[in-house]
C-alpha cells in the first residue's frame, strides 16, 4: 500500500515537472509576442535559416525538432488553388483539391458592398481551413493603370478608396478564420510583359495618394497579417529589395507587424534582400542540378548565401532574428492557432455567396428602349464562344478547379426551361480553344474548323427570328487576354467579335452584348447595340447570376470599379501615342491623375465613366444634408442624403461621394471618391443615406514637407451616381 501510495506520488510529481516544463510558446493562452521570444530562443541558426524561405512550391518548414507547424501558403485570390506538386507547378493528380470559385475580384470590386467582400472572404478562409492552408494569396489591390493591363481582372479597379475599403472587409472575413490574408503586390505592379523589368518613376504624391492607399488600409484598417512584394522595381530598385517601400513606408510608418514574402521567383540578390527588409523568399528559380541531398532550397538567396553573411559578419544575427519573429508571428496566428474552426468546402452557403457577389457585381451598362430584363419570349438566341466557354482554368496563378462552373449558356438555359422559353445556341466565332493550364482541364472541346463566315452566318440565322439575342463574348484568360505574365494588345474585342456583334445588330433590335472581362474594351458598335452588361468572370455561380439579372429575377447594382475609354489614348498610360507595356524606366508622367481623375481634367468624355451602371428601377437624390457647414482639421463631417427609388421594383443603389477641394495650393482632381453605401429599397421607399468622411477626405500629400498636409478653404462635397452623375452638391469650409 505504501509502495503504492509513493508510486502515484511519484508519477504525479513527473507529471507536474512535465506540466511546469511545457514551454511557453506551446502555452496558446500566453502573450503572442513572449510566445514568439521564447520559441526564437530556442532555435538554432540553422532552424533559424530554414525557416524564412521556401521548402516547397507553397510552404515553409516550420521547426519539427519544436513541433512549430508548417505554413502553407496557397492562391488566392478567387478560391483555393488546386494542388501541385512539392517542387513545380504539373498537376499532381489530387481529387480532393476542387474548390467554390468566387468571382474575380474585379466583380467584387463592382458591388462597392463592403458585406458582400466580408462574406467573400469569410467562405473562402472556411475553404482554406478545409484545404489546410494557412495563408490565402490574395487580395491584389494594385491601381488599374491600363486596360491592357494582364492582371487588373485580379485587381480592384483604378481608385484607391474603392480598392482599400472592399480589400479590408475581405481580409477580415479570411482572417477570422485564422486564415492569414497576403496582400499583393506591394507595389506599382501594373503591367505583365515586362514585370521584371519594368522600373517604375512615378512622383512621390501619385505614390502616396493614389498607388499605397489600398495597402495602407488593408494593413491599419484590415490588419492583413501578410503583404508579398511584386515583381516589378521602382526607382531602380526591385520592390522585393525595397527599403524605402518595405523598412521605411510598410513597416516603419504604417506599423506593419506581419509578414513579407517575395512574389515567386521575385528575389535576386542577397544583400539587397536583406537590406531592404524581405522577410522571407518563395520560389526563386534555381536553374540548376543539385548534388544528392542537397535541394534548390539551400541555395536560395535567403538560405545559404544568408547564413555564410551572417557568419561572416556581413549581417546581423539580430535582422535574421527580426524575420524569423514574424515568421513566429504569422504561424502562431494561423497554422499553430487552436482556436481555429476546421472549415467546410464545396458547400452550398460558399456557393451562395459566390453566386451573390456575381448578382450584385453584374453591371448594366446601357439599357435603351428597356430590352432588359427578358420579358415573355419564345426563342432566344445565345451567340458567342463565351456563353459556352469555362473561364476558371487560365489566367496564371489565380486559376481554379472549380467543383462546377455554371456557364452562361447553361444558366441561361435552366432559367429559360422555367418559362418554355426556347434557347439556341451559335458559336459565332472561334477564339482560344485551350482548356487546360498546368494540366488540369477544364474538359471541354473547343475545336470547331468552320470558317468565320458559316459562324456568322448561322449566328445571323438563328438570331433572326428571335424575340432576344444575347451575345457573350468579350475576353478570355489565355495569353494576352486577361491572363498573367503577358498585357492585351489591343483595346478592340478579340477573334473578329466587332464585326459579328454588329451582324447580330442588324437583324435584330432585341440584342444585348454581354462582356466577360476583367478589363475595359472598345466598343465601336455601341450605337447600334440597345443593352450591355459586364460580366465579369463569374466563378462556380457566374452563369446563374448572368441569368438572374437579364431574366431580371435580380435587379442589377453592380457599379464600374474602372472607366471605360472610348479608345486606349484617352487612357494617361497610352496618351499621346505613350508605348506600354514598358522594359526599363516606366515613367507614370499623369502623376494622380489616373482614371476618372485623367478624363476630368483632361475633358475627355468617357464611354461608361467610374462608378457607372445602371438598374431596372429608378432613384432620385434628395437634398444633401451636411453635418455642420464648418469644420476644424482632424474632425469627420457627416454627409446625408435621401434616396427614393422611383421605380417599380425594388433595387440597391450605390450612393457615391466625391470631394473636390477648391482652394489648394496645388492642382487638385475635380473630384475624388471619399464614400460610399450601397441601399436597398422597395419601390417608393425612401431612405437617409448617411457617409461619413474622415480627416483624410481632405489632405493631400505634400512633396515640400513629404507629409500629409490640410489647408484650409472650401471643400465641394459631390454626391452621385456615377462620377459623371453628380445629384447634389454642398460646400464645407475647413477651419
Ligand atoms: C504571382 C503571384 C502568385 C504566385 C504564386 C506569381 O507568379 O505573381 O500572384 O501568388 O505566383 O502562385
Known sequence: MKKLLLFALLISAVAFGREKEKPLYLDPTADIEERIEDALSRMTLDEKIAIIHAQSTFSLPGVKRLGIPELWTSDGP?????????????????????????????????????????????????????????????????????????????????????AGKMAVPYIHGLQDNG??????????????????????????????????????????????????????????????????????????????????????????????????????????????????????????????????????????????????????????RTSMNRNKPFGSMCNQEHLDVAREVAQ?????????????????????????????????????????????????????????????????YSRGYVGDTTTTQDGISSFQNLVDNRSKEELIAEAVANSRDADYVIYVGGLNKSLHQDCENRDRLEYGLPYGQDELISALAEVNPNLTVVIISGNAVAMPWIEEVPSVVLGWYGGSEGGRAIADVLFGDVNPSGKLPFSFPVKLEDNPAHYNGKTFPTRGKNYYDEGIFLGYRWHDKMGIKPLFAFGHGLSYTDFKYGEVKLSSAKIREGKNLTVKIPVTNAGSVAGSEVVQVYVHDCEASVEMPAKQLKGFEKVYLQPGETKVVTVTLGPDAFRFFDEQSMDWKTEPGDFEILVGSASDDIRQTAVVKLQ
Open 78 to 162: 478567387h478560391g483555393v488553388r488546386p494542388e501541385v506538386p512539392w517542387n513545380d507547378w504539373g498537376n499532381p493528380g489530387w481529387n480532393n483539391d476542387s474548390c467554390v470559385a468566387f468571382p474575380a475580384l474585379t466583380c467584387l470590386a463592382a458591388t462597392w458592398n463592403r458585406d458582400v467582400a466580408q462574406k467573400y472572404g469569410n467562405a473562402l478562409g472556411e475553404e482554406a481551413l478545409f484545404r489546410k492552408k494557412d495563408v490565402i494569396l490574395g487580395p491584389g489591390v494594385n491601381m488599374y493603370r491600363s486596360p491592357l493591363g494582364g492582371r487588373n481582372f485580379e485587381y480592384m479597379g483604378e481608385d484607391p478608396f474603392l
Open 179 to 332: 486564415v492569414a490574408a497576403c496582400v499583393k503586390h506591394y507595389a506599382l505592379n501594373n503591367e505583365e510583359r515586362h514585370r521584371h523589368k519594368t522600373d517604375v518613376e512615378v512622383s512621390e504624391r501619385a505614390l502616396r495618394e493614389i498607388y499605397l492607399p489600398a495597402f495602407e488600409m488593408a494593413v491599419k484598417e484590415g490588419g492583413a497579417w501578410s503583404i508579398m512584394a511584386s515583381y516589378n522595381l521602382f526607382r531602380g530598385t526591385h520592390c522585393c529589395h525595397n527599403g524605402y517601400l518595405i523598412n521605411d513606408i510598410l513597416k516603419g510608418e504604417w506599423g506593419f507587424d506581419g509578414l513579407v514574402m517575395s512574389d515567386w521567383a521575385g528575389t535576386h540578390d542577397t544583400r539587397e534582400a536583406v537590406l531592404g527588409g524581405l522577410d522571407v523568399e518563395f520560389g526563386t528559380k534555381v536553374g540548376k542540378k543539385m548534388p544528392a541531398g542537397e535541394s534548390v532550397y539551400d541555395i536560395y538567396y535567403l538560405a545559404r548565401p544568408y547564413k555564410e553573411g551572417i557568419l561572416s559578419g556581413e549581417f546581423s544575427e539580430e535582422g535574421l532574428d527580426n524575420r524569423v519573429r514574424r515568421v513566429l508571428r504569422i504561424i502562431f
Open 360 to 424: 450584385e457585381g453584374i453591371v448594366l451598362l446601357k439599357n435603351e428602349s428597356d430590352v432588359l430584363p427578358v420579358k415573355k419570349a419564345r426563342k432566344i438566341s445565345v451567340v458567342g464562344e463565351n456563353a459556352y466557354k469555362k473561364m476558371c482554368i487560365g489566367g496564371g496563378s489565380s486559376m481554379l478547379k472549380p467543383i462546377y462552373e455554371m456557364s452562361p449558356l447553361e444558366g441561361i438555359t435552366e432559367r429559360a426551361a422555367k418559362e418554355n422559353i426556347e434557347v439556341v
